[in-house]
């Protein structure tokens, strides 16, 4: 299934049905008297989150969406039926926008959570309503008033704790196939990620972390080069960033250079995302000796400052990426709170 992370689609909610104008004629009654009932309430539209889903893939080709129309009033003062309400599911981490007033209607961020867009119109009211003591025989009835309509855009934000953030073949993916149960593309060349992959690590019994893998960044992605910096919107909820480096790059002056192309094009998309916290991964480890890493690693330190910790790490060594994984926990905070409500589940690829 393809990833689809914007759709726009048209919402129409069921108009209600309109109110019976009846008179009650039975033989050997001789005091018949209006009994016509009242029409029943156009159904809703809601949007509703459903944590089995991660694409809005759904939405790609069907714009249009309807709920069911209330049914007409019937004599006897038989009420109509309501329509029923249509219930879209969509990801947790949707957000829902009004395409004629750019304003939020609102986003779906929790498993269950739901979301009404269009409201449906009113029932229509019967004769028999309007009886009185002066007006015995009314023929007065009222139609049902219409439904909401709208034209929405929605976006997908997926939702995760860490972000993997990194130059193209830095080994992201690697990493989130090691530690998750994602099966992200694989392979030696560059944008073998072409798509955000989701992933949820079991840090142990009790404390889980999401990761989000985005594309490779390079130089010029704000301006469209490479895959650009459309997925970058992906990492908005995350609170920490793993920056992943490759340690086999030329020399340590290029490392250091690698890092703030990616810090230029986080901060040329958002200067807030730059500012979350950043930790570095020095990848590929297993390719070189114990005294170039630590000459590596020292200078790095030197040249980023402490406020980016730096961890050897291989991609292909689960037992490198655990330590890492119980630090990321404790700096969050995850499985700390006695309110944490972390529902996820390991899944695949978000593709």
């Keep these: 299934m393809k990833f689809v992370d914007e759709a726009k689609l048209r919402v129409e909610a069921g108009d209600g049905g309109n109110g019976c104008l009846s008179f009650r004629r039975e033989k050997y009654v001789p005091h018949g008297g209006p009994d016509g009932g009242d029409g029943g309430n156009g159904g809703s539209v809601y949007f509703q989150a459903d944590h089995n889903l991660n694409t809005l ?4 080709h069907q714009h249009l969406f309807k709920a069911e129309r ?21 990801p947790p981490g949707t957000i829902c926008r009004d395409l004629e007033t750019d304003e939020i209607v609102g986003e779906l961020t929790r498993h269950g959570e739901t979301l009404c867009v269009v409201r449906g119109g009113w029932h229509g009211l019967g004769n028999a309503r309007f009886k009185s003591s002066v007006n015995q025989a009314p023929r007065r ?24 953030v990194g130059q193209p073949n830095a080994g992201k993916s690697t990493i989130l196939a090691s530690m998750s149960a994602a099966r992200p593309r694989i392979a030696d060349y560059p944008f073998t990620t072409i798509e955000p992959q989701v992933g949820v690590v079991s840090v142990d019994s009790l404390r889980r972390l999401t990761l ?10 704000a301006d469209g080069a490479g895959l650009g910096d459309r997925f970058l919107r992906h990492l ?41 916290p950043q930790w570095i991964l020095l990848n590929k480890t297993e390719l070189v000796d114990a005294e170039t890493l630590a000459a590596i690693e020292a200078d790095l330190s030197a040249s980023l400052g402490p406020e980016m910790p730096i961890y050897p790490v291989s991609g292909i060594v ?3 990426l655990r330590p890492v ?15 944490d409500d ?8 978000a593709s």
């Design 342 to 349: 972390s529902e996820a589940s390991d899944c695949g690829a």
């Design 141 to 164: 009835t009222t139609d049902g008033s219409p439904g909401e309509m709208r034209e929405l855009a929605i976006e997908l934000n997926l939702i995760a704790d860490v972000g993997l």
């Design 236 to 276: 908005g909820r995350t609170r920490l960033l793993l920056h992943v480096v490759d340690v086999l790059e030329a020399d340590q002056d290029s490392l250091v250079e690698h890092v703030a192309i990616v810090a230029r094009e986080l901060s040329a998309f958002s200067p807030a995302l730059a500012e979350r």
């Design 70 to 90: 209330g049914r007409d009033g019937a004599g006897g003062n038989r009420s109509g039926r309501a329509g029923n309400d249509l219930v879209l599911r969509v």
């Design 318 to 320: 689960p037992e490198t």
């Design 57 to 60: 893939f759904d939405y790609r």
């Design 212 to 221: 989000v893998d985005v594309p490779g960044l390079i130089a010029g992605a």
């Design 325 to 339: 994984m119980g630090a990321v926990a404790d700096f969050l905070g995850i499985g700390m709170a006695s309110g």
